[in-house]
Nanobody, 115 residues
Framework: QVQLVESGGGLVQPGGSLRLSCAASGFTFSRYDMSWYRQVPGKQRELVAVITSGGITNYVVSVKGRFTISRDYAENTVYLHMSSLKPEDTAVYYC?????????WGPGTQVTVSS
């Protein structure tokens, strides 16, 4: 079955960096676009970054120039490298894969940016 497992979240000071990982299994990773979303309590889940099966990337405006999404086809893993972190980046970050009409999500990893 499809599984997505995020890791790498934690507490970081403003201006710091973190790298999130999402290990994917149960499907042909190289064929599908992968995305990172984030959500804070009381707000809708927000698309942060997407990387296509061919490696093309796109970002929400608020993270452009600070976040980088990448993927390792050999390891079936997608990464989100986050730098120059701000308190407003605090959220639960989710990995997502859309396989046909079905969206799959990981359980999420908490990122807290605070001094």
């Amino acid at each position: 079955q499809v599984q997505l497992v995020e890791s790498g979240g934690g507490l970081v000071q403003p201006g710091g960096s973190l790298r999130l990982s999402c290990a994917a299994s149960g499907f042909t990773f190289s064929r599908y676009d992968m995305s990172w979303y984030r959500q804070v309590p009381g707000k809708q889940r927000e698309l942060v970054a997407v990387i296509t099966s061919g490696g093309i990337t796109n970002y929400v405006v608020s993270v452009k120039g600070r976040f980088t999404i990448s993927r390792d086809y050999a390891e079936n893993t997608v990464y989100l490298h986050m730098s120059s972190l701000k308190p407003e980046d605090t959220a639960v970050y989710y990995c997502q894969a859309q396989l046909g009409l079905v969206n799959y999500w990981g359980p999420g990893t908490q990122v807290t940016v605070s001094s």
